[in-house]
């Protein structure tokens, strides 16, 4: 069983900065594309960024320029650097990755349990 659990969800005032984490434990063979979504309240889950096993980098035009999303493969961790974070940010942000646990399988989509950023004005 594969698990994400993520860490470093806090508040903060306008300006400020957070880093959240985000480790895959349990039974790895490999993850392809590890990813960062939000929700806020009354609204739906976006996407905010995703890096490759490649180390490639995809962001919401929302956050670009100012989120910083990569990944250590020997630890099976996403990092999510939040800078100049504005109110609008305010959201649980949940991890997602696609996991392979076997090299017969296919990769399965998991999911963290969220953790909240929340920034005040």
């Known amino acids: 069983q594969v698990q994400l659990v993520e860490s470093g969800g806090a508040l903060v005032q306008a300006g400020g900065s957070l880093r959240l984490s985000c480790a895959a434990t349990g039974s790895i063979f490999s993850i392809n594309y590890m990813a960062w979504h939000r929700q806020a309240p009354g609204k739906q889950r976006e996407l905010v960024a995703v890096v490759t096993s490649g180390g490639s980098t995809n962001y919401a035009d929302s956050v670009k320029g100012r989120f910083t999303i990569s990944r250590d493969n020997a630890k099976n961790t996403a990092y999510l650097l939040m800078n100049s974070l504005k109110p609008e940010d305010t959201a649980v942000y949940y991890c997602?990755?696609?996991?392979?646990?076997?090299?017969?399988?296919?990769?399965?989509?998991?999911w963290g349990q969220g953790t909240q950023v929340t920034v005040s004005s």
């Open positions: 997602n990755a696609a996991i392979k646990q076997d090299r017969s399988l296919s990769p399965i989509s998991s």
